[in-house]
């Protein structure tokens, strides 16, 4: 979990916009249950953040601050994280393109009822793409955690007061993104077949507090909801009213995957965007 910094009152302008964004971030993240729609809002306060960012490392008293510095590791690791954090989120963005055809190819299945065969073979690609994400996701996690891990662990020593400031509030803007995408594998790791076991991932990779019974069944009821349909349907092909639920379901899924491959794809431009700067202030 993130914690709330605190900046001295005499902080620009700018660093105490960005940490309002942190602040409300990290309420988010105490709150968050990790459903569509919250990591929805948790890319879109994302985006927010990093348009603050880049007007923070815009400033000349920034750039002058972060270009006078010793070659230290803390510089090293902000590099390092930010090339960490473009291939999460380039990768997560894969995911999710891939399994969001997915929904859709089957989705126009339903939708045309073209008989048993093209929807069962839909169906198929559409559960192999939930094996896949699944997979995907959890390899994702395991290079989150590793990330995770090594933040942090270089010192911030003999720095003046604006170079330790924008250290910091670079250390956290990394922290808050990795949570936030820890948030979206999560929930896309969810296995096709109910199974407790799956919620140790929780555990073992989020930072987050105690997550209730009822609440980790209220975040799997979105792919739920359309994996025990579409196994009915698998079964028992005559069966209208599940086709219908499935296709209700997936519909509302393909606007939610709509939202966050947009969230991605702008959060991807500003990952890029806040690297390009720091690698031109660094190599002055």
């Known amino acids: 979990m993130l914690d709330q910094i605190s900046l001295p009152s005499k902080s620009h302008p700018t ?11 990290g309420k988010w993240e105490e709150s968050s249950t990790s459903t569509l729609g919250a990591i929805c809002n948790g890319l879109s306060g994302m985006e927010d953040l990093y348009k603050c960012l880049d007007e923070l490392l815009s400033l000349q008293s920034t750039q002058q601050a972060l270009s006078h510095h010793q070659p230290e590791k803390w510089v ?3 590099l390092d994280g930010s090339v960490s954090l473009l291939d999460i989120c380039g990768n997560t963005r894969d995911v999710i393109s891939q399994f969001k055809e997915n ?3 089957l989705q126009s299945a339903l939708r045309r009822r073209k008989g048993d065969v093209c929807i069962e073979s839909s169906i198929n690609n ?16 395991v290079a989150m955690k590793k990330m995770d891990n090594k933040a942090g662990a270089s010192p911030l020593l003999d720095q003046d007061h604006q170079l330790s400031t924008v250290a ?10 990795i949570s936030i995408f820890q948030s979206l594998l999560l929930f896309s790791s969810q296995v ?17 507090g105690t997550v209730s019974c ?12 359309i994996d025990f349909a579409l196994r009915t349907i698998s079964s028992k092909r005559e069966d209208l009213e599940k086709m219908q639920i499935a296709y209700k379901g997936l519909g509302a899924l393909e606007v939610s995957i709509e939202g966050l491959d947009d ?21 002055h």
């Open 15 to 25: 660093t105490l916009k960005i940490q309002d964004e942190l602040n409300k971030l």
């Open 76 to 78: 090293d690791e902000l």
């Open 103 to 105: 929904v859709e190819d």
């Open 126 to 141: 559409y559960i192999c793409s939930r094996k896949k994400m699944n997979n995907d996701a959890k390899k994702l996690l």
């Open 168 to 177: 910091r509030v670079l250390r956290d803007v990394n922290a808050i993104s």
């Open 192 to 208: 096709l077949k109910s199974k407790p076991s799956r919620w140790s991932l929780v555990s073992k990779f989020m930072q987050k």
């Open 214 to 225: 009822q609440e980790k069944q209220k975040n799997m009821e979105e792919l739920e909801t």
């Open 263 to 283: 969230g991605l794809e702008c959060i991807f431009r500003n990952l890029i965007k806040t690297r390009a700067s720091l690698l031109n202030i660094f190599s």
